[in-house]
């Protein structure tokens, strides 16, 4: 979402990291999907979100650090 302001609020995203192969998301809200973006900005995974639940599966992505935005929040995660 280009406009911060249009994004679905978002109250207690919540995650465990380190993360391996999946990582699951709580508190999403009324979000309609979570994206992966790399420290670069580069969008690298996304799943859609229902009844405020994601799992996204990011066992192809080399170990780092990941930002996941879901709606008007954004966390930062390690993949290992």
Known sequence: IDNPALAPAVENLQLQTPVSSQMTISGCGDAAQAIVYALDGKQVASAPVANGVTTIYVDNLP??????????????????
């Not at 170990?63 to 290992?80: D, E, P």
């Open 63 to 80: 170990a780092a650090v990941y930002v996941v935005k879901v709606g008007n929040k954004s966390l930062k995660f390690v993949k290992k």
